[in-house]
């Protein structure tokens, strides 16, 4: 996960920690759905492969990009036994600032929620200026944002209990 790597979702497997421990839950927005679907098999998957139980990955759905972060509350209020949320989006440019809007509210958003419950959130959002920079980081030529966010929950469960 270098800058100077083109696939950007390339990584050491044997560097990442075991998710045998982890409870883990993805909340995938379903706006522009074909990207946020590849990304949320790609976390799936990521999980699965570092060890995490399929009984121990929880799976939701929220309508768009805005609404993760009120998800990713109610989540963490409710299920005091997770250790981290993947939440996953995808919000392209349009012609009006609603683009700019969602951007910052959900990474401000996320962000404010991981230290209020003090567990890792993770922002797997993608912010594109079209569907095909969206398609090359959702499982082209860029990687796979999901990919990259389940390590990155891995490592942050791993460092929360360190
Ligand atoms: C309204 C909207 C627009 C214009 N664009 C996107 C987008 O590109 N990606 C996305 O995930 N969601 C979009 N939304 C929906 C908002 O995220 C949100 O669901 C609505 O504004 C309702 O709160």
């Not at 700019?100 to 991981?114: K, P, R, T």
Request: hydrophobic share 40%; glycine share 8%; net charge negative.
């Amino acid at each position: 996960m270098e800058n100077k790597k083109t696939n950007l979702s390339d990584y050491d497997p044997n560097r990442i920690p075991d998710g045998g421990q982890y409870r883990i839950a993805i909340v995938a927005a379903e706006w522009n759905a074909e990207i946020t679907d590849a990304m949320l098999n790609g976390a799936y998957e990521t999980l699965l492969k570092h060890g995490v139980t399929e009984d121990n990955i929880t799976v939701r759905r929220v309508p768009g990009t805005f609404e993760l972060t009120s998800a990713a509350d109610i989540l963490l209020t409710k299920r005091c036994d997770l250790d981290a949320v993947i939440c996953i989006g995808c919000v392209i440019q349009g012609e009006t600032r609603h683009f700019d809007f969602i951007c910052e509210s959900v990474a401000n958003g996320l962000a404010n929620v991981s230290v209020k419950h003090t567990r890792p959130v993770i922002f797997s959002v993608l912010t594109t200026n079209n569907i095909e920079q969206a398609r090359e980081r959702a499982g082209g030529k860029h990687g796979n944002k999901g990919v990259e966010g389940a390590v990155t929950a891995l490592k942050m469960c791993e460092f929360m209990n360190a």
